[in-house]
């Protein structure tokens, strides 16, 4: 069998691993540099607190792999468990936490639902007074998405597949109703599957096929703070659901800071603005100080950074094979870092076997959208 892959990010890379790891002819093409699109612009976050069971069951296959990335792959990934603390201001978000909590505990997730007060155990400079309840779990955590996309094409590349960049699709094949290959700048490739994984540009590609792919490419924005107060290592991911905005410990005490504000436009993934806002780096770091006590107007900005979220309407990816012989692996709205272990492994699955076992995507298919089975998740980190 041989399989093209269109797109050099963690997913893709995975992806290609994972097939070629089981004796596939792959080839993995990538228009700029490997993790160049949204990876190398991830915040990283590791996490099993989800509210729907399949991002729950795509992110606890994941961790499996990233507890042992460094002993299967070489590559130590700086992984870091000091959990995610996710916190409320309005009784209606509480109310989920109430909801949500059973249900992630019923399958394996160790979350639970803290006291404010009890939350500073763990985030010693949270402002309680903002706050009317937390969920918390201690296994959640975050690692350097550029690491783990290191190790996935090292691993990749010692298992056979080929690894080539600088090279653009221009055009996707089909030949009675099934895709053969792609045509690129470089020449025509054949195969029996080709792979969309190519994250914002993958409605592009699906679009080449005749495919109409329901995924938008918005901008995210994210600083390295010096904050007033040294944010200690031991802290967890705290995401303020209310507020949209959300911080964790880098190194030597500095905070990694994110989060949305105002306006959500479509952004074109060629042209879009790669440099953070001012006005919006403020305007965040503003709304962090009112999170925990850190932060205040002697913070000062280290870097900033934009990148692109592949958001699908209800921020759940699009796994499936969208037609014979074209798989897609995208839209994962910021989640692809996080599940991409777990894709890959079910890419290779849907190519080799047609179907997945290491987690059921039945959920994940397109048609959802036409259905009316949108799926609903509340604690989307913005």
């Known amino acids: 069998m041989k399989v093209i892959i269109v797109g050099g990010g963690i997913v893709g890379c995975a992806s290609a691993y994972y097939l070629a790891d089981r004796g596939v002819n792959v080839t993995l093409l990538e228009r700029t540099s490997l993790g160049a699109g949204a990876t190398d612009r991830a915040a990283g976050g590791i996490r099993a607190q989800f509210s729907t069971e399949v ?122 109703g099934r895709v053969i290959g792609v045509d690129t700048t470089e020449g025509r490739y054949d195969a029996d599957v080709v792979v969309n994984a190519a994250g914002s540009w993958s409605p592009q590609i699906a679009k080449m096929a005749g495919i109409d792919l329901p995924v938008t490419p918005k901008r995210r924005q994210a600083l390295i703070v010096d904050p007033e107060s040294p944010v200690p290592d031991s ?84 796994i499936e094979e969208s037609m014979p012989g074209f798989l897609t692996a995208t839209g994962f709205s910021g989640h692809g870092f996080m599940q991409s272990p777990a894709t890959g492994q079910v890419v290779a699955e849907l190519a080799l076997d047609g179907e997945a076992t290491t987690v059921d995507v039945s959920p994940l298919t397109r048609d959802r959208f036409d259905r009316g089975e949108e799926l609903h998740e509340t604690y989307f980190s913005a």
């Open 55 to 176: 991002s729950i069951r795509l992110s606890q296959a994941a961790i499996s792999v990233w507890e042992t990335f460094e002993d299967e792959f070489g590559v130590d990934i700086e992984y870091k468990r000091p959990g995610y603390l996710y916190v409320a201001r309005k009784e209606s978000t509480a109310e989920l936490f109430e909801e949500t909590v059973p249900f992630q505990n019923g399958l394996g997730v160790d979350s639970r639902i803290l006291d404010p007060e009890a939350a500073t155990e763990y985030v010693p400079g949270l402002r309680t007074e903002q706050y009317v309840a937390t969920a918390y779990c201690p296994t959640d955590g975050f690692a350097d998405p550029h690491l783990g996309l290191q190790g996935f094409s090292i691993a990749a590349n010692e298992a056979g597949a080929e690894i080539e960049t600088g090279v653009e699709v221009t055009d996707v094949r089909v030949r009675d």
């Open 235 to 318: 802290n967890p991911l705290v995401t303020d659901l209310d507020a949209g905005c959300y911080f964790r410990p880098e190194r030597n005490g500095q905070a990694l800071v994110g989060g949305h504000l105002g306006r959500d436009p479509p952004q074109n993934p060629d042209e879009y603005e790669k440099s953070h806002n001012l006005d919006w780096a403020a305007d965040i770091v503003e709304q962090v100080a009112t999170v925990a006590d850190y932060f205040g107007p002697d913070s000062r900005l280290v870097r900033g950074w934009a990148g692109l979220y592949a958001m699908t309407p209800d921020h759940h990816p699009i």
